[in-house]
């Protein structure tokens, strides 16, 4: 994908399953000048050919809620207040 300001590619920084049918995923564009970050969503719309398991989902996979980027270690500037604090005592 693109980056819908200035056209750069985006790379995929995390992904969240919300139902088996709906993953959000987490972009960053490449271009320096810009840094943006967006969110997009990728959903299934039909099927083409039925699965020999019937017709049915499976149920979503529920895990621990995390704010875009805590996957991939960037800190914010919270961290980075508490970490200066305790390094000068």
């Known amino acids: 994908m693109n980056c819908p300001t ?3 590619k985006a790379n ?6 919300v139902h088996p049918t709906l993953r959000r995923i987490y ?3 490449t271009n320096f000048h810009c840094g943006m970050t967006f969110r997009a969503s990728l959903i299934f719309e039909s099927t083409i050919s039925p699965s020999a ?3 049915h989902f499976r149920e979503p996979v529920v895990r621990d809620a995390k704010p875009p980027g805590r996957d991939f270690g960037q800190m914010n500037i919270f961290d980075i207040t508490d970490q ?4 000068t005592g």
């Open 12 to 17: 995929v920084r995390s992904s969240d399953e």
């Open 6 to 8: 200035c056209g750069a």
């Open 27 to 29: 972009y960053a564009c």
């Open 53 to 55: 398991l019937g017709d």
């Open 84 to 87: 200066a604090r305790t390094a």
